[in-house]
C-alpha cells in the first residue's frame, strides 16, 4: 500500500513536472495544480485530442492524434496513460508521463479494431482491451504486454458481440464486461448491423484461463449494456443504451453482484423518458454508496442510491458525459461544451457547480489517474 | 485646483455623446464583452418567437377546455354538433403545439413537461391500454388524478383517444379532467418561460462562454424536430423502424384524427417561420448578412418542395402507406425531410459556426 502510495506520488509529480515544462510556452498556469485527470477531446475544427487538466479545471497536456478516443487509463508503475480510440478506431496511445511526449501508439491488427475501453492489471504488467473480430462478428479481449515496446501477446472471448467498457473486480483476476450487442464492421462505418437480432449481456471473464464465470442478460433484447462502474465491495452498476422507440419505458440503469441476477432500477416515468433512453458514464462513489450516470441526449446527471437501489435525483448538465469519483466523494464531470463541473450530494440535493470552462468539446468518459 | 478637476470631468460626463458612450461601454463591460451580432438577434428573435407560441398553445388549450365543458354539458339530441366542434378545437391545440414541438429545451425540458402534453410514439398502443387500466382503477377523475397519473394519460394524445375513438367518446368526466390538466400545464409552461426568457436569453447571450451552448442547443433542436418528421412521423408508419420493414398506419402520429400530415406540415410551417418571419429578424435575413444569398435560396426551395410533396398526398398518412403510389409519395417526402435534415446540418450550421451537442449528437 505505501509502495502504491509512493508510485502515485511520484507519478503525479513526474505528471505535474512534465505538464508544466510542455505547457509553460508563456502561459499562466498554477505551480501546484496536478494534472491528474484525464480525458480525450475535440477542438471546435473537428480535431482530436489527448489531453489532462487539473481539479481545479486547468488544462495539462493537449496532444493531438489521428483517431477520436473514448476512455482512457493508466498504469502507475510504467508512467504511462492509455488512451483507447473508439469504435471503429484501430489506435490506443501511449503518453510517457515523464518525457510528455507520444511514446507509442498501438495498432489494433489488421482483422481487429477497438471499442474505446480497457484497463491495466492489478501488477501492471497487461492492458487489456475490448476489440472486435469481425470478420467472425466476435467480441474479443485483447491482452498487451507491457514493457519497453507494448504488444499483444494474447486474447479471449468476452462471450458477446459488441463489446464496451470493461473493468477488474477486486480478486485482481475476474473481468466484468459488458458485451453491448450490437454488430458493426469497419466496411459499414459505425452503422448497427443486427438491431433485429441484438442481444447484450454481461459477462464476467477469468483472466488467467480466458473462462466465462457467469453471464446475466437483460430483460429486452434492445437494452445495449454498455458501460460499467465496479464498487470497492464489487458491487457492478450498468448503464444501459436503449436501440427501442423513444417512449419506451425500459430501466437504463442495473445493479449486479456476482451470483445474483441484474437488478434493473426503477426511475420517475417523467425523468426517465427525459434521458432519451441514453447513458454515458456510470461512476460508483468512493464509498459504494451511489452511482452518478451520465445522461448526455437529456442534458442531465442522475444520481442512485446502491444500498436502497433506487433513483435519487438529477442535475441539468448540458451535454454531460466525463463523470470521475474523487476520493470526498464528491465527482467530477465534463461536458461537450468544455467545462469541468463539481458534483455534490449534499443536504439531500445533487448540487454543481462549473469550475472552469476550456474551449474544448470533452469526449464520452474521463479518468483520474 | 482639485475642484477644477471635478467640474471639468463632471461637464466632460455630462455630454450626452460621451454619455452614452461612456454607457455602453459600462454595459458591455457588465455583460461580458461581446458586442451584439446578427446572429444574437437571430436567437433572440427566435426565441421571442417560442414566447409567442408558448401562449398560443395555453391560448388554444383553454379554450379546448371550454369547447370540452360544452360538449359534455350538451343534450343528447346536439351532442354529435358539440363533438364536433369539441374536436376542431382538439386540432387548433394541436395544431399551436406541433408549431413549438421542436423546442425541447427551457422549461418544458427542464420540468419533464413534454411528455406530459404529448406521449407519442406510442408502438404499444399504451395510451388505450392504460386508459383503460386507469378507468378501472378510478371512480372519480378529477385534474389532480390525472397529474399524479401515467404522462401517457395526460395530454393531447389522450384527448385524442377520448374525442375520436368511438369506444371511448362516452368518457366526459376523463375528457374533462384531461383538458384541464392540459391547459394548467400549457400555462405553466408559458409562464416559466417568460420568467426566464430574460436571464436565461437576453442577458445570457452577450456571454462568450454561454452563448455557444444557447446556439447548440436552439440550433439542435431545429435538427432534432426534423429527424423526428424523418425518422418518426414517416419512417414509423412507413414500417422502416420495424423488424418486418411493413408499413403500419397505425405509428403515424395523430392517426385516430387523420391528422398525421396536418402536423407535419406545421411542423414544416413553424420552420418556415424561422427562416422568414415578417415581424422580426429571420435567419434568410442573417444568412444574408453573411453573403450566403444562396443557401438561404436553397433552404427556402427545400421548404417549398416539401410543403409541396405533403400536399400531393390525398389521403390521411395512416391510408397512404398502405397503398404503393401514395406510400411513393410518402417515401419522397421523407427523402425531402432528410434532404432539409442534411442542409441544416451540414452547411447552415457550418456557416453559422454552430457548435452542436457533442456527446449528446455523437457518443458510444
Redesign the interface.
Known amino acids: 500500500m505505501q509502495r502504491r502510495r509512493f508510485l502515485q506520488t511520484a507519478f503525479y509529480g513526474a505528471a505535474s513536472t512534465f505538464l508544466w515544462n510542455a505547457y509553460g510556452c508563456g502561459q499562466a498556469q498554477n505551480e501546484n495544480a496536478q494534472f491528474n485527470l484525464i480525458s480525450g477531446c475535440?477542438d471546435?475544427q473537428g480535431n482530436h485530442f489527448v489531453s489532462a487538466f487539473s481539479h481545479k479545471g486547468e488544462q495539462g497536456f493537449q496532444i493531438p492524434v489521428p483517431q477520436r478516443v473514448?476512455d482512457s487509463c493508466a498504469s502507475v508503475k510504467h508512467a504511462k496513460v492509455f488512451f483507447f480510440a473508439?469504435?471503429p478506431g484501430t489506435e490506443v496511445y501511449v503518453i510517457d508521463t515523464v518525457s510528455g511526449k507520444l511514446q507509442q501508439t498501438i495498432y489494433a491488427h489488421p482483422d481487429r479494431h477497438f471499442y474505446?475501453h480497457g484497463f491495466v492489471s492489478d501488477d501492471q504488467r497487461y492492458l487489456f482491451l475490448t476489440e472486435n473480430d469481425f470478420q467472425h462478428g466476435q467480441g474479443v479481449i485483447g491482452v498487451y504486454e507491457l514493457g519497453e515496446t507494448i504488444t499483444k501477446v494474447s486474447e479471449m472471448s468476452s462471450f458477446g458481440i459488441g463489446p464496451?467498457q470493461i473493468s477488474l473486480l477486486s480478486d485482481k483476476k475476474t473481468a466484468v464486461v459488458a458485451n453491448g450487442g450490437l454488430l458493426t464492421h469497419p466496411d459499414k462505418g459505425r452503422d448497427v448491423l443486427n438491431l433485429?437480432t441484438m442481444q447484450s449481456n454481461l459477462s464476467y471473464v477469468d483472466i488467467h484461463s480466458g473462462k466465462l464465470l457467469e453471464q446475466q442478460l437483460p430483460p429486452h433484447s434492445l437494452m445495449s449494456i454498455?458501460h460499467l462502474s465496479v464498487s470497492k465491495q464489487d458491487q457492478v452498476v450498468v448503464g444501459v443504451q436503449y436501440q427501442g422507440?423513444?417512449?419506451?419505458l425500459i430501466p437504463l440503469v442495473g445493479v449486479h453482484r456476482r451470483g445474483d441476477s441484474i437488478q434493473w432500477l426503477a426511475c420517475p416515468?417523467?425523468?426517465l423518458?427525459?434521458l432519451n433512453q441514453?447513458t454515458?458514464s456510470v461512476s460508483v462513489n468512493a464509498q459504494g454508496s451511489h452511482a452518478l450516470i451520465?445522461c448526455?441526449?437529456g442534458?442531465r446527471v442522475t444520481l442512485w442510491n446502491l444500498q436502497q437501489r433506487r433513483f435519487v435525483d438529477y442535475a441539468?448538465i448540458?451535454?454531460?458525459?466525463g463523470l470521475v469519483a474523487l476520493e470526498s466523494g464528491e465527482w467530477i464531470a465534463t461536458?461537450?461544451?468544455g467545462e469541468v463541473i463539481n458534483i455534490q450530494w449534499k443536504q439531500n440535493k445533487l448540487s454543481t457547480s462549473i469550475i472552469s470552462?476550456l474551449p474544448v468539446?470533452?469526449?464520452?468518459h474521463a479518468t483520474l489517474i | 485646483m482639485t475642484w477644477s478637476l471635478f467640474y471639468n470631468l463632471f461637464n466632460w460626463v455630462a455630454d450626452p455623446v460621451k454619455y452614452s458612450t461612456i454607457l455602453l461601454f459600462v454595459i458591455f463591460s457588465l455583460v461580458g464583452c461581446e458586442q451584439p451580432s446578427e446572429k444574437n438577434n437571430w436567437i433572440l428573435s427566435v426565441t421571442d418567437r417560442i414566447q409567442s407560441d408558448y401562449g398560443q398553445l395555453a391560448l388554444e388549450s383553454e379554450i379546448l377546455v371550454s369547447s370540452l365543458q360544452q360538449y359534455c354539458n350538451t343534450d343528447q339530441d346536439k351532442k354529435q354538433s358539440a363533438l364536433n366542434k369539441a374536436q376542431n378545437q382538439w386540432r387548433s391545440a394541436m395544431a399551436a403545439w406541433q408549431q413549438i414541438q421542436w423546442v425541447r429545451?427551457g422549461p418544458i425540458?427542464?420540468n419533464?413537461d413534454?411528455?406530459?402534453i404529448q406521449?407519442?410514439?406510442?408502438?404499444?398502443n399504451?395510451v388505450a391500454r392504460k386508459t383503460q387500466q386507469f378507468l378501472v382503477e378510478n371512480e372519480e377523475v378529477t385534474q389532480k388524478k390525472i397529474a399524479e397519473a401515467?404522462?401517457v394519460i395526460q395530454g393531447i394524445s389522450e384527448l385524442e383517444l377520448l374525442l375520436f375513438d368511438p369506444n371511448y367518446i362516452s368518457q366526459c368526466q376523463l375528457l374533462q379532467a384531461v383538458g384541464e390538466n392540459l391547459s394548467l400545464t400549457t400555462k405553466q409552461i408559458h409562464q416559466a418561460w417568460i420568467e426566464s426568457h430574460d436571464e436565461k436569453w437576453v442577458q445570457s447571450i452577450h456571454q462568450p462562454?454561454q452563448k455557444?451552448?444557447m446556439e447548440?442547443?436552439l440550433f439542435g433542436a431545429l435538427l432534432a424536430q426534423m429527424e423526428r418528421i424523418k425518422l418518426?412521423k414517416l419512417g414509423g408508419p412507413l414500417g422502416l423502424?420495424n423488424?418486418n420493414k411493413k408499413p403500419n398506419g397505425y405509428f403515424s402520429e395523430s392517426w385516430r384524427s387523420n391528422h398525421s400530415l396536418a402536423n407535419i406540415e406545421t411542423n414544416i410551417n413553424a420552420f418556415q417561420g424561422v427562416l422568414v418571419d415578417p415581424k422580426r429578424y429571420d435567419l434568410v435575413e442573417l444568412l444574408l448578412s453573411l453573403s450566403q444569398k444562396e443557401l438561404a435560396n436553397r433552404l427556402l426551395d427545400k421548404v417549398s418542395q416539401i410543403q409541396d410533396a405533403i400536399a400531393a398526398i390525398q389521403k390521411p398518412l395512416n391510408k397512404a402507406v398502405h397503398q404503393e403510389s401514395t406510400k411513393q409519395q410518402v417515401a419522397h417526402l421523407y427523402g425531402q425531410i432528410g434532404d432539409l435534415n442534411s442542409l441544416l446540418k451540414n452547411d447552415v450550421a457550418k456557416v453559422l459556426n454552430i457548435?452542436l451537442?457533442?456527446?449528446?449528437n455523437d457518443?458510444?
Request: charged fraction near 40%; hydrophobic fraction near 20%; avoid cysteine.
Open positions: 475535440d471546435q473514448h473508439r469504435r474505446g464496451h433485429n454498455r422507440e423513444k417512449s419506451d416515468e417523467q425523468v423518458l427525459q441514453y454515458a451520465s448526455p441526449r442534458n441539468p448540458k451535454d454531460v458525459a461536458s461537450g461544451y470552462k468539446r470533452w469526449d464520452n | 429545451f425540458s427542464e419533464n413534454d411528455w406530459k406521449f407519442w410514439p406510442d408502438k404499444k399504451l401515467s404522462v462562454e455557444a451552448e447548440g442547443q418518426d423502424k423488424r457548435t451537442g457533442f456527446n449528446a457518443g458510444d
